[in-house]
């Protein structure tokens, strides 16, 4: 007969993606308002974001057309110009040098629309990323609680049935280890005193027996001490 609550070495626990959802209204009730929570913040966020990358790209466009406008404008001038007109070799090298900026200028501009769209597909992506890794970690962590309070409802139904050797524990790094440990003591204390008013219980026979009491009575008392001895062996 055992005196200790944690009797023989505790089975080797298997890992596996299903038993990580070991109590899935708990979990997923958690891991849902970390969720939120999350897309709360994360949300208007990567919308403000966006809205500022497509005022910067509207202001872009609109410097381009601006530009044009003034090249425009300028070629014109330069064209009509009595002096300046007149001299094809400058109006040409003109031109050049006003489609060689245009150019820079739309260059920069589909630069920006690259950027925003690059911008929206890395804020979904990101999005989409956050919301995988953070259920995937809820369940996780959310599990090292859960996992020990499964166990201890297991545990605490094994007492209430009268047995009262287990030879399960948390695994390493799952929380309540502090509340496992004060469990199996009061297991242990209840082992004792059983112990003892079994060994009480026999005392109590051979006075019975020695005494002239009944069979009945002796029997009786008997079935009571194999109980709770049954109980510390179980």
């Known amino acids: 007969m055992t005196t200790s609550a944690n009797a023989g070495a505790p089975p080797r626990y298997k890992r596996s993606v299903k038993n990580y959802l070991i109590d899935s209204r708990f979990q997923l009730k958690y891991t849902s308002f ?4 999350s897309m709360m913040v994360a949300v208007p966020l990567g919308a403000f974001l966006f809205v500022t990358s497509k005022a910067v790209v509207a202001e ?3 410097v381009v057309e601006e530009s044009k406008k003034v090249s425009d404008v300028v070629k ?3 064209k009509n110009d009595p002096i300046y007109g007149s001299d094809p070799e400058l109006a040409k090298a003109f031109s050049e040098a006003a489609g060689g900026n245009d150019d820079k200028i739309i260059a920069q501009q589909k630069a920006l629309e690259g ?3 690059t911008l929206l597909m890395a804020l979904v992506g990101g999005l989409t990323l956050m919301v995988v890794l953070i259920g995937v970690l809820g369940i996780y962590f959310t599990h090292k609680v859960a996992g020990p309070i499964y166990m201890m ?3 605490l139904r094994q007492v209430g049935e009268g ?3 287990f030879n399960r524990r948390p695994r390493k790094g799952d929380e309540l280890q502090d509340f496992f440990e004060a469990f199996t003591a009061m297991v242990a204390q209840l082992k004792e005193r059983q112990e003892l008013e079994v060994k009480q219980l026999t005392d ?3 006075e019975a ?3 002239g009491a009944s069979e009945d009575a002796v029997a009786k008392i008997m079935g009571v001490r194999d109980t709770m001895r049954a109980a510390l062996d179980k």
């Open 76 to 78: 014109m001038s330069i």
């Open 60 to 62: 872009g466009a609109k």
């Open 163 to 165: 047995r009262l050797n």
């Open 204 to 206: 109590a026979i051979a």
């Open 115 to 117: 950027q925003q769209r």
């Open 34 to 37: 970390i969720l939120i929570v």
């Open 209 to 211: 027996k020695a005494s």
């Open 153 to 155: 409802k297991s545990l």
